[in-house]
């Protein structure tokens, strides 16, 4: 089965500091690759996804991430965090298809003033 | 905003007893999903359902069981609450008309089991 790890568990970062948050996937064939993220006490809300073309994708509020099919990986970046970017940041794997997303176990992120 | 709701939003209950949530949604998607979500394991999948009556297990399906009798409706039912069933549950659906694979989240129904 598919897995997907997050390898930071919480992230403290001052406000205008570079963030790069990473994800790995461990699964040989066609992938789709999502970041969701859930504000304080809010739901999950999909923040960019990758399906094919361009592996640099850009999403809502100055984020972005990079497919490296060669590292299994997709890591979310974003050049200056805001202290409104305090949330919980999940990655995303649909595999081959399929109609199950695995999830990651998430990266808290903490922006401070 | 996908039209989706989950009742009720907050519930404690009891070791032992039943509980059902539900999840509503207005677009008829044929693909509805409930997950779990705990500290330090992300969200895990309990069941989903891929159409009326059409159902099958996640991950973490020990100790629920799903009902979808009609296309809005996706019901989640523990049948004797234990206390590590304690979680926030969150419903979603999946577009059967753009962005597939996607998925779109409700806001979530707080169960705590004491």
């Known amino acids: 089965a598919q897995s997907v790890s997050q390898h930071n568990h919480h992230v403290i970062l001052s406000e205008a500091a570079s963030l790069e948050l990473g994800c790995n996937y461990s699964y040989g064939g066609t992938v789709n690759l999502f970041w969701y993220v859930q504000y304080p006490g809010q739901h999950l809300q999909l923040l960019l996804k990758?399906?094919?073309?361009?592996?640099l994708v850009k999403g809502i509020k100055g984020f972005e991430a990079e497919f490296i099919k060669s590292k299994f990986s997709f890591n979310l970046r974003k050049p200056s965090v805001q202290w409104s970017d305090t949330a919980e940041y999940f990655c995303?794997?649909?595999?081959?298809?399929?109609?199950?997303?695995?999830f990651g176990t998430g990266t808290q992120l903490k922006v401070e003033l | 905003d996908a039209g989706i709701t989950q009742s009720p939003r907050h519930k404690v209950t009891e070791t032992g007893t039943p509980v059902t949530l539900r999840c509503h949604q207005t677009e008829n998607h044929r693909y509805m999903y409930w997950y779990r979500q705990d500290p330090g394991h992300g969200l895990r999948l309990i069941h989903y359902?891929?159409?009326?009556?059409?159902?099958d297990k996640g991950e973490v399906s020990d100790g629920y069981s799903v009902s979808r009798s009609k296309t809005e409706d996706f019901l989640l039912t523990l049948e004797s609450a234990t206390s590590s069933q304690t979680s926030v549950y969150f419903c979603?659906?999946?577009?059967?008309?753009?962005?597939?694979?996607?998925?779109?989240f409700g806001p979530g129904t707080r169960l705590t089991v004491t």
């Open positions: 995303a794997v649909n595999t081959g298809g399929g109609n199950k997303l695995t």
């Open positions: 990758y399906f094919s073309g361009d592996p």
């Open positions: 979603a659906i999946r577009s059967d008309r753009e962005n597939p694979y996607e998925q779109y």
């Open positions: 359902s891929y159409g009326v009556k059409d159902t």
